[in-house]
């Protein structure tokens, strides 16, 4: 993580907070999240299966681009997280520079940009 990521404060306040869930299962047994980041690793299945989640969920889906998912977080071979707190969530949205990129779930507009 050479460059400075402008979202990553915000991923790291929800890891040390306890608002973020990390990996498939966590997030299949979750009942609310407000945003999904998936790692630009991740294989087509699991692609399809952060598509449902996020459907599910009723949440935007961001992919990360030019990093790996498991830096931001600090957990090896991470692909899936969710941030449960709303404010968190919109924070993150506002900062995402040329590091991510929205899947689904709406646009940046919606939330505040």
Not at 27 to 37: H, P, T, Y
Not at 43 to 49: C, G, Q, V, Y
Request: hydrophobic share 40%; aromatic share 4%; charged share 30%.
């Amino acid at each position: 993580m050479s460059e400075k990521i402008k979202a990553a404060p915000y991923i790291g306040f929800a890891v040390k907070a306890g608002k973020l869930k990390k990996g498939f299962d966590a997030l299949d047994r979750a009942k609310s999240c407000e945003l999904l980041i998936i790692c630009e690793s991740a294989s087509e299945n699991a692609l399809d299966k952060a598509a449902t989640l996020r459907n599910r969920l009723c949440c935007p889906l961001l992919k990360t681009r030019g990093i790996e998912l498991e830096e931001l977080v600090h957990k090896p071979n991470c692909k899936l997280v969710g941030i449960t707190d709303k404010n968190l969530a919109k924070a993150v949205l506002e900062n995402i520079d040329e590091n991510f990129s929205l899947v689904s779930g709406g646009s940046v507009k919606q939330y505040g940009r």
